[in-house]
């Protein structure tokens, strides 16, 4: 069993920047494919971001390309997302999620939230515009 925790979120500003931290205890997050879903009153969960657990591959919403980075702290046992140039449009319950899939993971694997086995309860981003 994998217990996620996130924290990091906020109120801010549009243009500000916040960064989100998962986490766990217990199992080393360097085992699993981790991916960054949020969702947003009255609509579905998206992705976000994702890093394979070899870090050497990411993926990215094109929503957030370009202004959201995901990296892994191996040393800390964390899954960070830096998230710049906010937007009013960012505002949502973010939340972290892990799966090891079999060989690398794939971006048709990292979008769907379904593939993913583990999930924690979420951090709320608020964006003022």
């Known amino acids: 069993q994998v217990q996620l925790v996130e924290s990091g979120g906020g109120l801010v500003q549009a243009g500000a920047s916040l960064r989100l931290s998962c986490a766990t205890s217990?199992?080393?997050?360097?085992?699993?494919?981790m991916g960054w879903f949020r969702q947003a009153p009255g609509k579905d969960r998206e992705f976000v971001a994702a890093?394979?657990?070899?870090?050497?591959?990411?993926y990215y919403a094109d929503s957030v390309e370009g202004r959201f980075t995901i990296s892994r702290d191996n040393a800390k046992n964390t899954v960070n997302l830096q998230m710049n140039s906010l937007k009013s449009e960012d505002t949502a319950v973010y939340y972290c999620?892990?799966?090891?899939?079999?060989?690398?993971?794939?971006?048709?694997?990292?979008?769907?939230?379904?593939?993913?086995?583990?999930w924690g309860q979420g951090t709320q981003v608020t964006v003022s515009s």
């Open positions: 890093v394979s657990r070899s870090g050497r591959r990411t």
């Open positions: 217990g199992r080393t997050l360097i085992s699993y494919d």
């Open positions: 999620a892990a799966h090891r899939f079999p060989g690398e993971m794939t971006v048709g694997q990292a979008r769907f939230a379904t593939g993913y086995t583990y």
